[in-house]
């Protein structure tokens, strides 16, 4: 039930993929939203142009192989190259993983690209994402780096982000005395904002451990395919085809087993030592077929409708006088309805019924 794609060779004749208006939003997002403090005590890497820029030099190099510019593929190397291989003001281990998952990530879908010419993006992707997985872990398995010395390393990385953050606002409040003790006279609820902003802070850290494969996964999906759009807007030579709009976003329906796998690691007692592993698993597939939910809706709405219909529905739980933990419950039951229609669209395939008329 998977769409049919295009063949490498269309795609090459191909006069070119769509503008850049949407592309840069998605880009700038990709970019800027991972250095909030909210965002930078959750997300595995808070610098995305690490691993955006690597995936780049990947689709580059193969692209010179297929007929492209030389010059584009040697500069982009070696932008690649400075950025991994400059000094760090503060030498740490999650530096070190940091740089080496961006080179296996991009090493992975520079093969996938080479060698899957006929496949389409999603696939090769996944394939690079599970060709890096293994050999991460191998590497971490026979290495001077076990896997417990790495979840040492990001738990401190979120810790030293929170700590910056932290200064930061109290830097603030130090050099400000009088207008925030004039601010907090007025409003005297002002004052626990920094307790509560720490504690904030630490929870999500403690949540982005939890889930640091499963988010580590998600982000470098969304690197590739910011770097197989941005590399078809800059060179003429084809990878593959074109990267489908949103609401034809779909993937082999095949994958529904890794959902299940999920299900059971988490919940089976007798597997209880792999629930961690199992929660990533399924909060991996989550993100997947909510988003297939989101082509859905999509398909059907006219265009620009989709991005209206979410601002509302999120805008509901956000209210006024709305309080925070029935904000958050209203949120996830709007996401767990659009995974539920990215689900059944599995059996269903709701985008081969007819549109409905406007």
């Avoid at 940091?98 to 879908?109: D, K, M, T």
């Avoid at 904000?327 to 395939?349: S, V, Y």
Wanted: proline share 6%; aromatic share 12%; charged share 15%.
């Amino acid at each position: 039930m998977t769409a049919t794609e295009p063949t490498a060779a269309t795609a090459r004749t191909s006069a070119g993929e769509r503008g850049w208006r949407k592309l840069t939003l998605a880009l700038l997002a990709f970019l800027v939203l991972p250095t909030l403090p909210d965002a930078r005590a959750f997300l595995p890497i808070d610098q995305t142009i690490y691993l955006l820029v690597p995936a780049l030099a990947a689709c580059f190099l193969v692209g010179w192989w297929a007929g492209g510019r030389a010059w584009l593929a040697i500069g982009w190397v070696a932008l690649a190259g400075w950025m991994m291989w400059q000094r760090n003001v503060v030498p740490n281990g999650f530096h070190n993983l940091e740089r080496g998952w961006s080179l296996l990530l991009a090493g992975s879908f520079g093969l996938a690209c080479l060698f899957g010419e006929r496949r389409p993006l999603f696939a090769r992707a996944l394939g690079a994402l599970a060709m890096a997985l293994f050999l991460g872990w191998a590497i971490s398995a026979m290495g001077p780096v076990p896997l417990n010395d790495a979840r040492e390393a990001v738990a401190k990385e979120l810790v030293r982000r929170n700590g910056e953050t932290m200064d930061k606002i109290n830097g603030q409040i130090a050099q400000h005395p009088a207008e925030w003790n004039d601010l907090t006279s007025r409003l005297p609820g002002l004052a626990e904002i920094p307790a509560q902003m720490q504690q904030s802070l630490k929870e999500r850290a403690r949540q982005g451990l939890a889930f640091f494969p499963a988010m580590l996964a998600l982000e470098s999906l969304f690197a590739l395919a910011l770097a197989w759009s941005i590399y078809h807007r800059l060179s003429r030579a084809r990878l593959g085809a074109p990267m489908r709009p949103l609401r034809e976003f779909r993937f082999n329906d095949q994958l529904v087993w890794g959902l299940i796998v999920g299900l059971t690691i988490a919940f089976l007692p007798t597997m209880q030592s792999l629930r961690g592993v199992g929660r990533n698993v399924l909060l991996f597939f989550y993100v997947l077929y909510a988003l297939r939910g989101f082509g859905v809706l999509a398909w059907y709405l006219a265009p620009g409708a989709l991005l209206a219909t979410l601002t509302v529905g999120f805008a509901v739980g956000l209210v006024p006088g709305v309080p925070q933990y029935m904000a958050g419950i209203i949120i996830k039951l709007l996401l767990l309805a659009i995974f539920t229609l990215g689900l059944f669209d599995t059996w269903a395939d709701w985008r081969r019924r007819a549109r409905p008329s406007a």
